[in-house]
């Protein structure tokens, strides 16, 4: 029943996809900062 | 509620119910009842996972919480991703390999059985209470709205899924979890569509924007600053969400049976990976979008007539009291501000960017947060609850949605509870039969599969029970019980972080620490209750994972290593 493949989908190690979460929480912390700026 | 509201409100949740029991089939022993047989791929995972997570106070208190106090609240999930890594990395390999059913398994297996019946103990008591409070908010809410008998409101609210929760297990919760959030996504996107198109003419959405800017409600970073000097007490800034939040989103989907019973049902680790990332990647904006209804509510309000206070329902009880006279005065100020308002915003559409007008605004709204406060006062001396946030968005609702689109939303409230209370019955119950009731009653499998079910109906009726028997407190009581994970989650995540990252550490040291622990969180908390410390709940988790961690450590080194040495 469990499948034991840990192959991950699209890039060729987990740690991409790590760093693309860090890198996007980045960007979205950097984004709402601006945001908070230019409207508040 | 119109015919049409209660068309749409029973259609969606009899849909919900059938879809929910056509897809219990195929559960017909343990691994299929409660772990869906590991099948499920990464985006029944990630859907799932965020139906349990949100509930329906979520829905109701964000965008409120985003109309009194602003968009900062949004910060609390920063944490999530990070955590999310940490999980990937540490914890779902481990629990994949060893083919556990609940977390707590794993603990028997790296320290003792006593570590783990504590832990999974701590889980039951956490989870059970916070559950049954889960029904309770929103049945108090809906109730006080419509005027709903608040024990049958109860009962509608965990009681309807108990139907295919019973009968399905995770496959049932996880499928429903999946058509229950596009149903929720679509009834928020809908609101806030009707929000904007119910702007005066010539303010848009950006116009919303910046008008809720200006007064204060666009404040998504905010630092806990204050005059230099770093606000320990205060629960939402980018330090409490980033650190505080980080621990609090790895106890919760690390070690809390309902988030790690979602991803035990992936049929590979691949599958569990991708759906938690996935979930760190989507949860924060999804969070933002659900707090910007809340700003778009008070730009709304800016141009149409407030409420005073948005629960209806203390306001009646004022007017037939003794305060009535000073609500009377404190709502002529109202209406005269309101009168104000809409002239100064009259010069919006000429010149947005005036800023002489938003000073001006930024005056009356801080006498109309005087006011509101007044009121708040007099529903306290009139012995309601002056807590009106959780109202806000709903108030809306009714106020001003279409006929339909009302009984979709509160069809939504109804949807959101049921997605996370089945989730959390089916861990607490796959929690009772592998960490209790198969080690400490009965090792035989034959009968687990019908003890499973017994146990999810015990649960559930236990939550309803709780739900019951706080309809009859004070509903501040809310705010406390929200509060409770963070009064256990700190030592339950210690625990597995020692298992994971303290390898010499063993049983008697780990449980000794945990029991110390928690015990010192309890008095913390009591502390900052009577206000001799101020410390944000968000903080609790990390001290108490902290706590554990290193307290395992000195434990296992002064006194159990020594003890070792002596025999």
Known sequence: MYDN???????????????????????????????????? | MRPFDWIVLAGTLILIILYGVYKSRGSKDLEGYFLSNRSMPWYIILLSIMGTQASAVTFLAAPGQAYTDGMRFVQYYFGLPLAAIVICISFAPVFSRLKVYTAYEYLENR????????????????????????????????????????YLTNLLMGGLLIIYT???????????????????????????????????????????????????????????????????????NIFSGIIGGFFLAL???????????????????????????????????????????????????????????????????????????????????????????????????????????????????????????????????????????????????IDYLPEGLVGLIIAVIFLASWGSIAAAVNSLASSTVIDIHKKYFTRATRGDYSYSKIYTIVWSLFCIGVAMFVSNWSSSLIEVVNILGSLFYGTILGVFLVAFYGKKVKGNAVFTA??????????????????????????????????????????????????????
């Open chain 2, 251 to 397: 106890s919760y989907f690390g070690t809390d049976q309902s988030q790690v019973g979602r991803y035990l049902t992936a049929k590979n680790l691949k599958e569990s990976r991708t759906g938690l990332l996935m979930n760190g990647i989507v949860k924060v904006p999804m969070q933002f979008l659900i707090l910007l209804l809340g700003v778009l509510v008070f730009a709304f309000y800016q141009f149409h007539k407030a409420p005073a206070f948005f629960n209806q329902y203390e306001i009646t009880r004022l007017e037939k009291s003794q305060h009535k006279d000073k609500l009377n005065a404190f709502q002529q100020q109202l209406s005269a501000i309101d009168e104000k308002k809409l002239s100064v915003l009259g010069d919006y559409t000429k010149d947005g960017n005036n800023d002489g007008m938003f000073a001006q605004l930024s005056k009356l709204q801080d006498s109309v947060n005087v006011i509101r406060t007044g009121i708040r006062q007099l529903v306290k001396e009139n012995g309601g609850s002056d807590n009106d946030t959780n109202y806000i968005f709903l108030r809306f609702v």
């Open chain 1, 5 to 40: 493949d840990d192959k991950p989908p699209l890039f060729s190690s987990w740690n991409i996809w790590y760093v693309l979460v860090v890198l996007i929480l980045v960007a979205l912390i950097l984004f709402f900062y601006y945001l908070t700026k230019k409207f508040s």
């Open chain 2, 166 to 236: 019973v009968t399905g297990g995770a496959k049932s919760v996880a499928y429903t979890q999946q058509l229950q959030f596009f149903i929720i996504m679509l009834a928020l996107f809908l609101a806030g569509y009707y929000m904007v198109s119910q702007l005066p003419e010539g303010i848009g959405f950006t116009d919303a924007l910046t008008v809720g800017g200006k007064l204060g409600r666009f404040n998504v970073i905010t630092t806990g600053f204050e005059d230099g000097s770093f606000d320990w007490g205060d629960r939402y």
């Open chain 2, 111 to 150: 320290f003792d059985a006593k570590t783990r019946t504590f832990t999974s103990l701590l889980f039951l008591l956490q989870r059970g209470l916070s559950t049954g409070i889960s029904i309770f908010a929103p049945s108090l809410i809906l109730s006080v709205l419509f005027g709903w008998n608040i």
């Open chain 2, 514 to 567: 945990a029991v110390i622990t928690e015990i010192v969180i309890i008095a913390l908390f009591i502390l900052n209750e009577y206000d001799t410390i101020s410390l944000g709940f968000l903080w609790l988790n990390m001290i108490g994972a902290l706590m554990v961690y290193l307290l395992a450590i000195i434990l296992q080194i002064t006194v159990y290593n020594r003890r070792s040495s002596l025999r």
